[in-house]
Every structure is written in structure tokens, then in C-alpha cells.
């Protein structure tokens, strides 16, 4: 493939290598170009364009991408068709993530332009995540690299999913005079979350003395009716022989390791009794944050094998306490189980997306500072967000960005700096999604020139997503139309982060991967001042200095 400038008029056939507008019209780079292409640019005096050629033996980047997705080996995974030389793959089922690290490395390594990306390997997955993704970079590659990339992964499977199987679990908690009944009552709630994103339960809970013979008696007790059991000791484990190790050896089982290398985690026990799990918890499971019991619970709720040696690898990467990739369970009234409608803060972010140009208002007005009975409109979008039940607000600013922070001065807000607004709404989006907080479990997308919204309109959305699990993508509607704002799962996060151009969700809303629950709020959810005849029609006056303008 040969790559630069061109005379126009050897140009049809070419590729083209940088977007441009031609006539009014986009060009994205990647379009082959017809020859009524060069006639378009020559009536409008364009004489060169930055091309790719391709030579006889490239293959486009969407065909190299969709053949060598087609040729990767996986279980519970499905992939999508091939757009800008990139094929995603998602989870079929919920599960844990795998993947071969030695295929992946070597086909990454046959030529820099074919590029395979995945999660991290014994990450948590839900039903629809993107788990990994084909990109092939040029507009081309040569038809033996493909085909020495296609011979490796055609040696063994390369990606999966070990799907859960929902469990019946029994929890034991034994004490001392000292404990706190709150806190125990507390580990059985973030406990039956836990248990929720496998479909497993919690079926019943014992507490008794902490000492060896009285842990023994509720093992043996709940082994009978539960497939695994969980063990939170009053203190906790110090040695190989403490009460919890110990119980478990005279229940007739036995125990494959006594302390693990993830921080926080290091304490946990893993035993058997008769092929059924049980794991001495380590104090830190007590707390809804990620630590290392979530990492073995998964991989035992995925019914995979956990030796000794399995957790002794899990030391790189095991350094949780600056990070948390997973949403935490929640142990508030904002996720019980009843997902109803409470007014204290859910964990979800809301974005309010306030980086555009307004270019179509013309006079260099910025229709987010026009004034709806005398306060402006952006912070009239964001002060309805702050009285939702979101639990945190991020307002991505980038256009008269000064003037936009000094228009929400005071409000409870964090801003975010987009500094490439050229490149459209994906830009705001993805810098808003990597500036909420890590244990979310949603996002509320609001733009910020929204009239009619308000709370209320919120808060039936919120509702809807904890109904749905915190799991379904929420889509506001005016008249069974579709609108927005539009509220997004975790599981879509890689997804956006994949966007291009100026595009919002809509191509991962409707791409049928996620359950949609659409709620219908009226005239807010479609209301459009996106020129200064809709701005004054909606209500709104223009300020610019001290003049009011009419």
C-alpha cells in the first residue's frame, strides 16, 4: 500500500486518507473514491487529495478484519460486522473472561497493523460487554500477513467465557462477645450482592462462637443443603491452623491455601469438603468494594478449577487498593432489592455534555448561556441533574469553557476539560465516561440544552435502571419517539470508548446487544433549540454583555 498526495486525476480508486468536506458535503477518510468523486472535487477546484493506494496483494481493512474474526476460536463470545477496519466481540453469557495470553501475544506480534485487544484476563463480564476487539489500523494490509495471523489463531481457542452457574450458598459468621450484630447483618446484605451478578443465592445463614468444634457443626449443617459455603471469622485468620482452617479440616475437608497475594485479600482461605467449596473470607469482603474474595468467587461461581498455584499468579495485577474496576455493590437503600424508587442517591453518574459549538445559532451565540427567566440555560439542565438522584455530576466543557464554568459557579458539580471538541460528541462522551467515578453502575447522558427537563423526568429514568437490575440501557421517548437523555449501563462503557466522530450512543443503544426500556417524559425528551428561531420559540432570551437580545 503506498500512501501520500495524489493529482486528482489519478485519484479514482484510491482510498482516501484524511476526512474533508467537499461541496458541503463529509468525506470520511476510507472511502474508495469513483471517478464521479474526482469529477465532484475538480467542479469545486480541489487538484490533489491524500490517498492510500493499494497494492494487488492488500486486503481492505473491513475484509481483513471480518476474515480474521471470522477465523478466532472462542466459546459464549459473538462478534459484530466489521465497520472502519474493526470487529468487536462481546459476551454471549455472563461469566469470567479468559483468554490465551500466548495466542493473543503472538498474533499481535506478526505485523503492527493487525491489532487484537481483549479485557484483562478473570475479569468479571456481564451478557453484552465488549470483551475484545479486531482493529486492523491502515486502510490495508498485505494478504500474508493475514494469512500468518489467521494460521496462529487457528491453533487452539483464543477468547471465552466461562459462563456462571447460579449456586445455592450458605454463609457462617461466628463471633465473639465484642461483635457488632450491625455488622453482621451488614456482611449478609453485601454478601447476597455479591451473589446477584452470578445468579447465585444466599439460602441460609448461621452464627455461632468462634471456635473450631462450633464452626465444624454449621459446616456440616449447610454442606447438606449448599453447594459452596462462605466463612467470615469474628478475627481474623493468622496461621494454618486458625479456627477457620482448622474447622474446615474436621468437617472431613481439606485446604488448598491459606492466604492469597491481592491487596486487599490477603487474608482468605479456600477449602473443600466432600468436592464442595468453601472460603474462609478475608475481613476486607465485608465492604461492597472489589478485593480478592470477588476474584475467587467469580472463577468458583464460573465452576473453574482454583489450585494454589492459580491464586500464587494472581499477584500481578493484585494490588487493588488504589483501583476498583468493578461496580461495588451497593449497601444503601439506593440498590435493595425492591429497586424502588427512593430519593437518596443511586449509584449512578449523570454527564451533562456542554462542549458544543452551537454552530448552528450563528452571530457567535453560544445557545447554552441564553437565559430561561433569567438564569441560563445550561445551568438551568444542570441544576435539574444535581436535584436527581444521581450521585455525582460531571459536566464536560470544552467550547467558552470559561464562560461555562462561570455559569454553574457554586453548583455541586465536577468539570471535565474536552480538549479535541473538533472531533464531535464521541469526544465529549468518552471523556466524560473516564472522569466518573470507578464503582458506578450507570450513566445518565444529559445534554445540557434541555428546556423542559427536569428532576422528576430523572428520576422515573433512575427508577426504571434499578428495575431493570442497574443492567438495561433507559432511553427517554415524547410520544413512543425516541429522545433523550439516555441513561447507559457499565457494561457499554468499552463500547464508548470505541466511538468515533460525532456520534453519540445511538449505534450501541440500537444495536439489539442490550435490553432497551424506554420511558416516556414528554416534550423534554425532543425539545430542540438548536437555532435562535427554536431558542426564542422554546422561551429563551439571548444575553451578550448587558444587552438582552430579541
Known amino acids: 500500500m503506498k500512501f501520500g498526495p495524489a493529482p486528482l486525476q489519478d485519484a479514482a480508486g484510491a482510498v482516501l486518507a484524511h476526512s474533508r468536506e467537499v461541496d458541503g458535503r463529509a468525506w470520511k477518510k476510507g472511502r474508495i473514491l469513483s471517478q464521479a468523486d474526482v469529477d465532484a472535487a475538480t467542479g469545486v477546484g ?42 468487536n466481540l462481546y459476551a454471549e453469557r455472563a461469566g469470567v473472561f479468559q483468554a490465551d495470553r500466548n495466542l493473543v501475544s503472538r498474533l499481535n506480534a506478526v505485523d503492527p497493523a493487525i491489532t487484537f485487544a481483549t479485557l484483562r484476563e478473570g475479569v468479571a463480564v456481564q451478557a453484552g460487554q465488549l470483551v475484545a476487539t479486531v482493529k486492523i489500523i491502515p486502510f490495508a494490509v498485505p494478504r500474508g500477513s493475514l494469512e500468518a495471523a489467521v494460521s496462529i489463531v487457528g491453533e487452539g481457542a483464543i477468547i471465552g467465557v466461562e459462563a456462571f452457574h447460579p449456586l445455592r450458598v450458605g454463609l457462617i459468621q461466628t463471633t465473639l462477645p465484642s461483635t457488632s450484630i450491625k455488622m453482621l447483618d451488614k456482611t449478609a446484605a453485601v454478601t447476597r450482592r455479591r451473589l446477584a451478578r452470578s445468579g447465585s443465592s444466599l439460602v441460609e445463614e448461621m452464627r455461632v462462637a468462634h471456635d473450631q468444634q462450633a464452626l465444624e457443626g454449621a459446616l456440616r ?49 479456600l477449602g473443600d469438603v466432600e468436592g464442595k467449596p468453601v472460603v474462609g473470607a478475608p475481613g476486607c469482603a465485608r465492604s461492597p468494594k472489589e478485593n480478592g474474595f470477588d476474584w475467587v468467587l467469580d472463577r468458583l461461581t464460573a465452576k473453574m478449577t482454583i489450585t494454589s498455584n492459580d491464586i500464587a499468579e494472581l499477584g500481578v495485577g493484585g494490588l487493588l487498593a488504589e483501583i476498583s474496576s468493578r461496580p ?4 444503601s437503600a439506593s440498590a435493595r432489592d425492591d429497586g424502588g424508587s427512593s430519593s437518596e442517591a443511586r449509584p449512578i453518574s449523570a454527564i451533562v455534555l456542554a462542549a458544543g459549538r452551537s454552530s448552528r445559532m450563528g452571530d457567535d451565540l453560544n445557545k447554552l448561556l441564553a437565559e430561561f427567566d433569567g438564569v441560563p440555560l445550561v445551568r438551568r439542565s444542570v441544576g435539574e441533574v444535581c436535584r436527581s438522584p444521581c450521585n455525582e455530576t460531571v459536566v464536560v466543557v470544552g467550547h467558552q469553557s470559561d464562560a461555562i464554568r462561570r455559569a454553574l ?6 468539570f471535565v476539560e474536552n480538549s479535541n471538541v473538533g472531533e464531535g460528541l464521541s469526544a465529549s ?31 422515573a429514568m433512575t427508577t426504571a ?23 447507559l449501563p457499565r457494561a457499554t462503557f468499552a463500547e464508548v470508548a470505541a466511538l468515533e466522530g460525532d456520534v453519540g450512543a445511538r449505534s450501541i443503544v440500537e444495536s439489539g446487544a442490550y435490553d432497551v426500556v424506554d420511558v416516556e417524559i414528554g416534550e423534554a ?4 433549540v438548536d437555532t ?17 437580545l430579541t
Open 525 to 528: 425528551a425532543s425539545l430542540d
Open 429 to 459: 462522551l468518552k471523556a466524560g465516561i473516564a472522569a466518573i467515578s470507578a464503582n458506578t453502575l450507570g450513566v445518565l447522558v444529559v445534554l445540557a440544552d434541555m428546556p423542559r427537563l427536569t428532576a422528576a423526568d430523572l428520576e
Open 221 to 269: 449443617s449447610l454442606l447438606e443443603q449448599c453447594e459452596m459455603v462462605f466463612v467470615f471469622g469474628a478475627s481474623a485468620v493468622s496461621d494454618p491452623e486458625d479456627v477457620i482452617p482448622a474447622a474446615i479440616r474436621r468437617a472431613g475437608g481439606s485446604v488448598e491455601r491459606v492466604g492469597m497475594p491481592v491487596d486487599p485479600g490477603n487474608l482468605l482461605v
Open 46 to 87: 480541489i487538484t490533489t487529495l491524500v490517498v492510500a493506494r493499494l497494492g494487488s496483494d492488500d486486503v481492505l481493512e473491513n475484509a481483513a478484519a471480518a476474515e480474521l474474526a471470522n477465523h478466532l476460536n472462542t466459546w459464549n463470545v459473538a462478534q459484530r460486522a466489521a465497520m472502519t477496519g474493526r470487529v
Open 465 to 487: 435502571f434499578a428495575q431493570s437490575g442497574f443492567s438495561a440501557i433507559i432511553r427517554a421517548t415524547h410520544g413512543g419517539k425516541r429522545g433523550n437523555p439516555v441513561l
Open 409 to 414: 459557579s457554586g453548583m455541586p458539580v465536577r
Open 532 to 548: 435562535q428561531e427554536a431558542m426564542r420559540a422554546a422561551g429563551g432570551v439571548f444575553v451578550r454583555g448587558s444587552e438582552r
Open 328 to 331: 461495588a455493590p451497593r449497601d
